[in-house]
């Protein structure tokens, strides 16, 4: 089970971190992605984490202005947005797969947490 927290109301400009929380499994063997879906639109790649090498991949959209990282020991992963704009106002979301390498398809991803709401006011 994920559990996704860190939902909030910020200005554009401002800061927000996401966290995501796995319980009953160890997320060391997991690849974690974080997606999100504006309202209207589907949902799309954000950023992803490898299981083996621990690197982190974007979208382009994100670039430069959100860090994901991850602490094993506590079973949980971030998702530090900084610079935030109005057109990242979504509903986000992080998915869990095991020894995953395939990390920007959502389909690939077996597990996944309710979402938490961002909302960045201009």
């Known amino acids: 089970q994920l559990q996704a927290s860190g939902r909030g109301l910020v200005q554009a400009g401002g800061s927000l971190r996401l966290s995501c929380a796995a319980s009953?499994?160890?997320?060391?063997?997991?690849?974690v992605g974080w997606f999100r879906q504006a309202s209207g639109k589907e949902r799309e790649f954000v950023a992803a984490?490898?299981?083996?090498?621990?690197?982190?991949y974007y979208a382009d959209s994100v670039k430069g202005r959100f860090t994901a990282s991850r602490d094993n020991a506590k079973n949980t992963v971030y998702l530090q947005m900084n610079s935030l704009k109005p057109e990242d106002t979504a509903v986000y979301y992080c998915?869990?797969?095991?020894?995953?390498?395939?990390?920007?398809?959502?389909?690939?991803?077996?597990?996944w947490g309710q979402g938490t709401l961002v909302t960045v006011s201009s």
């Open positions: 998915a869990a797969q095991q020894y995953g390498d395939t990390l920007y398809g959502q389909k690939y991803y077996g597990y």
């Open positions: 009953g499994r160890t997320f060391s063997t997991y690849s």
């Open positions: 984490l490898g299981w083996s090498s621990g690197s982190a």
